[in-house]
């Protein structure tokens, strides 16, 4: 419904229905609520200028990224494209941590050996304190992985050629071959 400062904002899910919200509410304000995918990213450039030709003045996706918006159409229109740079920091970082346990330990294959009717220990589960953490790309979800690694005594190695700012705690693969040896 329509904001303090009069925009019209919508919840969208798809190329089809981007185009005919767009289309049928002008001055709007159109937000991103999924990705796009790469089939309907070719039909991005239709629908931005079909959101400045009803007068869009903002697109935004609250996502980090937004390569799936065609922003070179939206600036060539006066749209301005938004984002939220910290959408789902910590709980992808969390999830990446629970994955990575749940490797560790076996715990898939495990449930699947308790559900078939046996016990036993499907495989040789290790200790994680020691082992090396490859990151590959040090950004701010790599970050918090690496900070919530570093209380199991993982090791952290990254790499990542656009970082310039290295964090504390991670050593500095100099190559990715190097970040990922063994």
Not at 13 to 33: E, R, W
Not at 34 to 48: F, G, H, I, R, W
Request: net charge negative; glycine share 12%; proline share 4%.
């Amino acid at each position: 419904g329509p904001s303090a400062d009069g925009f019209e904002t919508y919840g969208v899910t798809g190329v089809a229905l981007i185009s005919f919200i767009l289309l049928a509410i002008p001055g709007s304000l159109f937000i991103m609520d999924k990705s796009v995918s790469k089939a309907d990213y070719a039909q991005m450039e239709q629908v931005v200028q079909a959101a400045a030709d009803a007068g869009c003045r903002v697109l935004s996706r609250y996502g980090i990224g937004i390569d799936n918006i065609d922003v070179a159409t939206a600036t060539r229109n006066g749209i301005v494209v938004t984002r939220v740079p910290d959408y789902c920091l910590d709980e992808v970082a969390d999830h990446a941590l629970a994955l990575l346990l749940a490797l560790a330990r076996g715990v898939g294959e495990g449930t699947h050996v308790v559900r078939a009717g046996e016990w036993r220990v499907p495989r040789e589960v290790f200790r994680l304190r020691g082992r090396r953490l490859a990151l590959v790309g040090v950004g701010q979800i790599g970050r918090r992985l690496a900070e919530r690694a570093a209380p199991l005594g993982l090791v952290t190695v990254g790499f990542d050629p656009y970082l310039a700012d290295w964090p504390a705690g991670v050593e500095l693969g100099g190559a990715l071959e190097e970040a990922v040896a063994e």
